[in-house]
């Protein structure tokens, strides 16, 4: 990871992690920790306390470890390193329902640099974030008179409009808003802040930013990977909730946003928010006309035989949850009136890849019609992921002697050398030991943004059938319709 010397550096604290032995702990915090601390981006004085249940520390400590060789191949440790990472770490051991584990958290915290700061991380269900709330104000650990005290959540923020209210009240019943810190990792993905600083770091970006020039935008998030072992959470979720209401609509905020005052947290999420509430409100009777439903069936996806939905270990044989959602939506202001942004998310799908493409309006005529085929618009193509970077579409003459054109592609890549970019986990917990919430999500954003899919939600509903697609391929029944109006239609990652 690169570290700039403009970065600021965190306060010694104490980072407290409930969930320390689940998956998320596993796969991506303490790989995400051992290369900050690597890389200096961790206060030396810091702890890492994990809250544990049936293990002992050492099994936990072991399981940890074999969690770095098993997902994080990147994250070289030696034995000697480990050691050093090891003797930062303790751990509290508790049931998370039991007030006492709280208390014992209080005693484990300690005074670093004067100071007892605390990061509290929630990697558990989100049916606890309430509960570990409560407790942690009622052992005192909210209060900030020793030091901060920032408690970091995963989405899902609720499962609709209802639940993510009523999530809100309970954690804003004991925490400021601005000691809650809601994670959606689309956000700590470089490429998306890169996407940013493209847009308003280069004057020639914003004169064509608008409806005047830009046809149709899509965003898009296709992942080659089934639901894994998670038929229970994403049985009840499907791709509406678990992708666009979330990772994709923050894209699409960042994409239409005004240019804010300046980059800190309100500014840029009070931006966001003015997009949200610009955002045409589907009626129910827009809903078949405006989004995309599909499941997939089997399929081979590079050369493996992978099973249908409806065969995955945990999912009812009958379900019609959706692992492909689509969704146009307009927003209704002085800079996109017209123009359709189209999200769409689907699992197994032909290819991992995330974009976000600005397709421009086509040339207003064909200047060299007597020879040439016809000029393509020009597109601008935000690669989020794999190899994040940018591809500018343009046309331009076939060497010859007639005006016959083609396409050129300018390519941009993000970085020369993958390795050195932060995953988003590095980038997030940075900004929550320095007290940036620039990249995370306020609780208006997150109820604005369901409030915009609840039209849809109650639609699909009580839906008991569903158009499938077959795993492995782009074969998603009506998403061309969706797109017949975008100039060059659905757009395929390429
Ligand atoms: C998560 C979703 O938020 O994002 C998963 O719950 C999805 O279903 C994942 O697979 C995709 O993240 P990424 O970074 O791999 O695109």
């Given at each position: 990871?690169?570290?700039?010397?403009?970065m600021?550096?965190?306060?010694?604290?104490?980072?407290?992690?409930?969930g320390?032995?689940?998956?998320?702990?596993?796969?991506?915090?303490?790989?995400?920790?051992v290369?900050?601390?690597?890389?200096?981006?961790?206060?030396?004085?810091?702890?890492?306390?994990?809250?544990?249940?049936?293990?002992?520390?050492?099994?936990?400590?072991?399981?940890?470890?074999?969690?770095?060789?098993e997902?994080?191949?990147?994250?070289?440790?030696?034995?000697?390193?480990?050691?050093?990472?090891?003797?930062?770490?303790?751990?509290?051991?508790?049931?998370l329902?039991?007030?006492?584990?709280?208390e014992?958290i209080?005693?484990?915290?300690?005074?670093?640099?004067?100071?007892?700061?605390?990061?509290?991380?929630?990697?558990?269900?989100?049916?606890?974030?309430?509960?570990?709330?409560?407790?942690?104000?009622?052992?005192?650990?909210?209060?900030?008179?020793?030091?901060?005290?920032?408690?970091?959540?995963?989405?899902?923020?609720?499962?609709?409009?209802?639940?993510?209210?009523?999530?809100?009240?309970?954690?804003?019943?004991?925490?400021?808003e601005?000691q809650?810190?809601?994670?959606?990792?689309?956000?700590?993905?470089?490429?998306?802040?890169?996407?940013?600083?493209?847009?308003?770091?280069?004057?020639?970006?914003?004169?064509?930013?608008?409806?005047?020039?830009?046809?149709?935008?899509?965003?898009s998030?296709?992942?080659?990977?089934?639901?894994?072992?998670?038929?229970?959470?994403?049985?009840?979720?499907?791709?509406?909730?678990?992708?666009?209401?979330?990772?994709l609509?923050?894209?699409?905020?960042?994409?239409?946003?005004?240019?804010?005052?300046?980059?800190?947290?309100?500014?840029?999420?009070?931006?966001?928010?003015?997009?949200?509430?610009?955002?045409?409100?589907?009626?129910?009777?827009?809903?078949?006309?405006?989004?995309?439903?599909?499941?997939?069936?089997?399929?081979?996806?590079?050369?493996?035989?992978?099973?249908?939905?409806?065969?995955?270990?945990?999912?009812?044989?009958?379900s019609?949850?959706?692992?492909?959602?689509?969704?146009?939506?307009?927003?209704?202001?002085?800079?996109?009136?017209?123009?359709?942004?189209?999200?769409?998310?689907?699992?197994?799908?032909?290819?991992?890849?995330s974009?976000?493409?600005?397709?421009?309006?086509?040339?207003?005529?064909?200047?060299?019609?007597?020879h040439?085929?016809?000029?393509?618009?020009?597109?601008?193509?935000?690669?989020?992921?794999?190899?994040?970077?940018?591809?500018?579409?343009?046309?331009?003459?076939?060497?010859?002697?007639?005006?016959?054109?083609?396409?050129?592609?300018?390519?941009?890549?993000?970085?020369?050398?993958?390795?050195?970019?932060?995953?988003?986990?590095?980038v997030?917990?940075?900004?929550?030991?320095?007290?940036?919430?620039?990249?995370?999500?306020?609780?208006?954003?997150?109820?604005?943004?369901?409030?915009?899919?609840?039209?849809?939600?109650?639609?699909?509903?009580?839906?008991?059938?569903?158009?499938?697609?077959?795993?492995?391929?782009w074969?998603?029944?009506?998403?061309?319709?969706?797109?017949?109006?975008?100039?060059?239609?659905?757009?395929?990652?390429?």
């Amino acid at each position: 990871m690169k570290v700039n010397q403009s970065m600021d550096t965190a306060e010694p604290t104490n980072i407290v992690i409930f969930g320390a032995t689940g998956d998320l702990t596993k796969r991506k915090l303490i790989p995400a920790l051992v290369r900050m601390i690597d890389c200096g981006l961790v206060h030396t004085d810091s702890r890492i306390i994990g809250v544990i249940r049936s293990n002992t520390h050492d099994e936990w400590l072991q399981l940890i470890r074999d969690g770095l060789g098993e997902y994080s191949p990147r994250v070289a440790i030696d034995d000697a390193g480990w050691q050093v990472f090891a003797a930062r770490v303790k751990s509290v051991s508790g049931d998370l329902s039991d007030q006492k584990t709280y208390e014992d958290i209080s005693t484990a915290l300690e005074p670093l640099g004067g100071k007892k700061n605390a990061m509290f991380y929630c990697a558990i269900p989100p049916a606890w974030y309430g509960r570990v709330a409560s407790g942690l104000s009622n052992a005192g650990l909210i209060s900030e008179v020793e030091g901060y005290r920032r408690l970091v959540i995963e989405k899902p923020f609720g499962m609709d409009l209802e639940s993510a209210h009523a999530l809100n009240q309970e954690l804003l019943s004991v925490c400021d808003e601005k000691q809650i810190y809601r994670i959606d990792h689309y956000l700590g993905k470089e490429s998306v802040q890169n996407l940013l600083v493209y847009r308003f770091a280069n004057s020639i970006m914003e004169p064509l930013w608008n409806r005047n020039y830009i046809d149709s935008v899509q965003i898009s998030a296709a992942e080659t990977l089934g639901i894994e072992y998670r038929a229970d959470y994403y049985e009840h979720s499907g791709a509406l909730r678990d992708m666009i209401q979330s990772h994709l609509m923050q894209l699409m905020t960042l994409v239409a946003m005004e240019p804010p005052v300046e980059f800190t947290a309100d500014a840029v999420r009070d931006e966001k928010m003015k997009v949200l509430r610009a955002v045409h409100r589907i009626s129910p009777d827009e809903v078949d006309k405006l989004t995309v439903a599909s499941q997939y069936a089997a399929g081979t996806i590079n050369d493996e035989s992978v099973p249908a939905y409806v065969s995955e270990e945990g999912v009812s044989p009958d379900s019609s949850t959706e692992t492909f959602a689509a969704v146009r939506f307009e927003i209704d202001n002085w800079r996109w009136e017209g123009v359709p942004f189209i999200l769409w998310s689907g699992k197994r799908m032909n290819k991992k890849v995330s974009e976000v493409l600005i397709r421009f309006r086509k040339p207003p005529f064909n200047l060299f019609d007597s020879h040439a085929s016809v000029p393509h618009a020009n597109s601008l193509v935000f690669r989020l992921q794999p190899d994040g970077g940018v591809a500018l579409r343009l046309n331009a003459k076939k060497p010859g002697l007639t005006t016959d054109n083609e396409t050129l592609v300018m390519r941009a890549p993000y970085a020369d050398d993958e390795e050195e970019v932060a995953d988003a986990y590095e980038v997030l917990m940075h900004d929550v030991l320095i007290g940036d919430e620039t990249l995370f999500s306020r609780s208006d954003e997150v109820e604005e943004s369901w409030t915009l899919v609840e039209p849809i939600l109650q639609a699909w509903k009580n839906r008991v059938s569903i158009a499938r697609y077959r795993a492995g391929t782009w074969s998603v029944p009506d998403m061309d319709k969706l797109c017949a109006d975008c100039v060059g239609g659905w757009h395929l990652p390429s």
